[in-house]
Structures are given as C-alpha cells and as structure tokens.
C-alpha cells in the first residue's frame, strides 16, 4: 500500500473539493497578529493585558480560538446571524481546541443588541461594519458596542480606502494551492455605496466565482470617528500600515495622528469607553 498522506497535507483545491471559508481563512486572516495588536492596544490605555473579548461579524470565529490559545486565562465570545458560517467555526476552529474548547461562546445574535456580561475588547475586523449604510445604523452599532463593554474598554475597527478604492478592478493574488481574486465591481460616489467579490482560481483552471460577496458603504475614517464620539467613545486612534524597504504595504500597524495620502491605504481605529465615575453602577462592576 502506498504511504498515507499526512493528516496535516493542505488539499489540493478544485472547483469540486472547494471549501470557501478555509480558502478565506488562508488568503485573508492574520489572527495571531491581530491577537497582538488589541493586546498592544488595551494595554496603552489601561496599563494591562486584556482577557476577556467578544469578536462582532466573527464568521468563523477564527479570531476567538486564536485569541483563547494565546493565554490559558482568556475567553472569547463571537457574534454573527449566519448560522452555517458559526456552525463550520465550531467544528473547524473551536472544536479541536482541546480544553481551550469551553473558554470561546459562539452566539447567532445580532451586534445590534448589546450583550450581558461585558467586555475589556470587541472588536470588528474584515470591514463588516461597513453593511451598515447609514449613519444611524451605525451610530447604533457604535452605542451598542459601547453598552457592552467594561468601563476602559476599547472598540477595535479596521478599515480600508484611498483613490484606489473607488475604482473598478480585479485583483489576483497567487497562493499555495489556488488564486485569490478581490474583485471591485461598483463604486457610486453618491452613495459610497461599495460592491465587491472575492473568488478563487485553482491549478486544474477550474474557478470559484463569487465565493463572498460585500455590499458596503465605503465609511471615511473621519466620519468613523466621528459618530464613535458620538457613541460616547474617548481617545480615538488610528493605526496606519507602514511600508516596506520596497515601498509596499508592511502589514504591520503604528499608530498615527497625522499621515500622508496613500492610493490604497488599510488601518485600524481604537476607541475607549470612558472610565467609571464614583459610585455608578459601572464603577461597582469594575470593582468586581
């Protein structure tokens, strides 16, 4: 009999096997890094390592099980309404983490209601938020979020834009085993109104067209901090990709008060909730 293949082998992708959400996780998610980042973030405000998180729009929930591996005291709590997409985390992401398993709550819940317990961190990576339209949606997100944290709690976006954004192209990234495409198909500048697809290619020429597709509006960064404020949000950073010997995008984050222009620039927006004032409610709970 011939050797088998080892258990940890990557597939060989076809339009057949394709498997769209472990294709995403390679081609588009830096979990251990963004692990890093909100630590670094949490800490500059408050002077300690943050524990407890929830992950808004988590999809697979790739986040979460990152973030629970990262220290044995840590929990995670993902959001989202696509209940085949959590169900495909849990087994995939969160059932093979071992006694790290019962530390990650996966919740079919809109990031629209605030939830109970609080958190030190949500985050909303991948620019979900950017589903929501209007300014009034999102405020109402911002305000939920904030109902939902601890006092000194901190609210983590990212974010994407630039000229290059407005424009219509295809993208093609080659990767281990398969193509990944970002495709931008329509930009209204009346709207911001942004529509975008991700698609696969692979090694057979067989192809997965529209494996995800985003219906967004393509927020400023300004009006994003802005309608934080609004939510009752402090301190509002901006962590702005740096560059490379090259001249290319470094994948790495410092944060800034003032920048140059960029054609296609990516970031990340910090916001904390301001801390417990004597003898509220809040400040009895931080006491916990």
């Known amino acids: 009999m011939p050797p088998?293949?080892?258990?940890?082998?990557?597939?060989?992708?076809?339009?057949?096997?394709?498997?769209?959400h472990a294709l995403y996780q390679q081609s588009v998610q830096s979990p251990?890094?963004?692990?890093l980042l909100l630590s670094r973030i949490f800490e500059r405000h408050t002077g300690r390592a943050p524990l407890v998180l929830r992950e808004d729009f988590c999809g697979t929930a790739l986040l979460c099980a990152e973030w629970v591996k990262s220290k044995k005291e840590r929990t995670a709590t993902g959001l989202d309404i696509d209940v085949p997409t959590l169900d495909w985390g849990r087994e995939k992401n969160v059932a093979t983490l071992g006694n790290a398993t019962e530390r990650v709550t996966l919740l079919d819940q809109n990031v629209l209601k605030k939830t109970a317990p609080t958190f030190e961190v949500i985050?909303?990576?991948n620019y979900s938020y950017s589903t929501f339209k209007t300014r009034a949606l999102l405020r109402s997100y911002f305000e939920a979020a904030y109902a939902s944290l601890k006092p000194e709690g901190?609210?983590?976006?990212?974010?994407?834009?630039?000229?290059?954004?407005?424009k219509t192209c295809r993208e093609p990234r080659k990767l281990k085993g398969f193509t990944y495409v970002w495709e931008q198909a329509a930009f209204d500048p009346t709207t911001s109104d942004f529509l975008a697809h991700i698609h696969f290619e692979f090694p057979d020429g067989t192809k997965l067209n529209k494996a995800f597709t985003y219906d967004?509006?393509?927020w400023s960064i300004q009006e994003l901090r802005e309608l934080m404020m609004e939510a009752g949000f402090v301190d509002i950073d901006v962590y702005w990709e740096g560059v490379d010997e090259k001249g290319d995008a470094s994948g790495t984050f410092e944060?800034?008060?003032?920048?140059?222009?960029?054609?296609?620039?990516?970031?990340?927006?910090?916001?904390?909730?301001?801390?417990?004032?004597a003898g509220t409610k809040d400040a009895k709970r931080a006491r916990k």
């Open 32 to 35: 251990s890094y963004e692990v």
């Open 255 to 277: 944060r800034v008060t003032k920048t140059t222009n960029d054609p296609a620039w990516n970031m990340y927006l910090a916001g904390k909730k301001s801390p417990a004032l």
């Open 154 to 166: 901190v609210l983590v976006l990212d974010g994407f834009g630039g000229w290059d954004a407005q």
């Open 216 to 218: 967004w509006r393509l």
């Open 123 to 125: 985050c909303a990576f």
């Open 4 to 20: 088998k293949k080892p258990s940890n082998a990557r597939p060989v992708w076809t339009r057949r096997n394709a498997d769209r």
